[in-house]
């Protein structure tokens, strides 16, 4: 059964602290995105991935930080310098980031909430 | 800068009526357009796309969206709602330009019986 997985679908964060958030893909996709979701806002474009061992930042990248070792694992680290954290994180894939031909799928997101 | 607006934060419709939820674009080439479901909680889902071609694009669950060039629209419409249509819509649009997704703020659908 091929899909987008994202663990944990809640996460806590203290004050100060990284926290990791997984995306898993089992659909053999080269492509992969981490967006934001914030109320009345949409998504926004927080780090992507064309290729293994290469990402690009988004629109919004400042405090958080991504590694792509492996083709199906696309993690995003939440930084303490990400003063606003709070949000529903999203991850996705595409099957190559090919200008607009890809259709994205995405993971059923992980919701950060500060404590 | 692309941009892409949905003007409606909020509609409600009453089961069996029709829907059309708007979604303006800023581009200055033609883009690829799409419009996504979400679902509370949810990932989201793609319902349909347009690339080029027939102006008319069907989609999953009944839906249809019409591209207007001449009115940098790219409306969502389904002829009858059902309750399990009651979701928030997003339309997105990928340009050259940016090469990522730009996704409008979304329109929340309210289904009553």
């Known amino acids: ?115 | 800068a692309q941009s892409v607006t949905q003007p409606d934060i909020h509609i409600t419709v009453s089961e069996g009526a029709s829907l059309e939820l708007r979604c303006n674009y800023s581009y200055g080439a033609t883009p690829y357009l799409f419009w996504y479901v979400q679902s509370p909680g949810q990932g989201l889902q793609l319902l349909l796309k347009y690339f080029s071609g027939d102006t008319l694009v069907q989609g999953i669950k009944g839906f249809e969206a019409e591209f207007k060039r001449s009115q940098s629209s790219f409306n969502l419409r389904k002829p009858s709602v059902h309750w399990s249509d009651a979701a928030e819509y997003f339309c997105a649009v990928w340009t050259n330009t940016g090469n990522q997704f730009y996704f409008g703020t979304g329109t929340s659908l309210t289904v009553i019986p």
């Not at chain 1, 914030?38 to 992507?48: E, S």
């Open chain 1, 1 to 115: 059964d091929g899909g987008i997985t994202q663990s944990p679908k809640y996460l806590f964060r203290k004050e100060g602290q990284n926290v990791t958030l997984s995306c898993e893909q089992n659909l053999n996709h080269d492509a992969m995105y981490w967006y934001r979701q914030d109320p009345g806002q949409g998504l926004r474009l927080i780090y992507y991935s064309q290729i293994v061992n290469d990402f690009q930042k988004g629109d919004i990248a400042e405090g958080y930080s991504v590694s792509r070792e492996k083709k199906e694992s696309f993690p995003l680290t939440v930084t303490s310098a990400q003063k606003n954290p709070t949000a529903f994180y999203l991850c996705a894939s595409s099957i190559r980031l090919r200008p607009g031909r890809e259709t994205q799928y995405f993971g059923p997101g992980t919701r950060l909430l500060v404590l």
